[in-house]
């Protein structure tokens, strides 16, 4: 079986030629370029609160309103780190992914076509 029959699933698109394509290559560089440095900094602030947890109980334990102390907060944190990540990946998304993608997907669907 030749590259492009195996690659093409029946589409008449040759995959393993796009993902060699400079549009390609362009849109895999701009994705990692938010995902690598995001996941680092997100896993960086998580062991983070991890280790504070597990080694300055005293700094957790300060009181920062009532019963509500610096850990719990920290803690909380998480979690809209975790919303305000996904909400800045859609708008990132939106405005550098999306655009090429539905360029090589209609170069693609052209070609089908052809």
Do not use: C
């Not at 983070?48 to 300060?62: G, Q, T």
């Not at 019963?67 to 800045?88: D, E, P, R």
């Amino acid at each position: 079986m030749s590259t492009t029959e195996e690659s093409d699933l029946g589409t008449g698109i040759d995959f393993e030629k796009e993902q060699d394509s400079e549009e390609f290559r362009e849109l895999r560089k701009t994705h990692r370029s938010f995902v690598f440095p995001m996941a680092a900094i997100f896993l960086l602030w998580y062991f983070a609160y991890v280790l504070l947890a597990d080694y300055a109980h005293e700094f957790m334990s300060i009181k920062v309103w009532g019963n509500f102390n610096v850990g719990l907060l920290l803690g909380l944190l998480q979690f809209v780190s975790t919303f305000g990540i996904t909400a800045a990946y859609v708008s990132y998304s939106n405005k550098k992914l999306d655009p090429k993608a539905t360029a090589i997907r209609k170069r693609l669907e052209a070609q089908e076509g052809e």
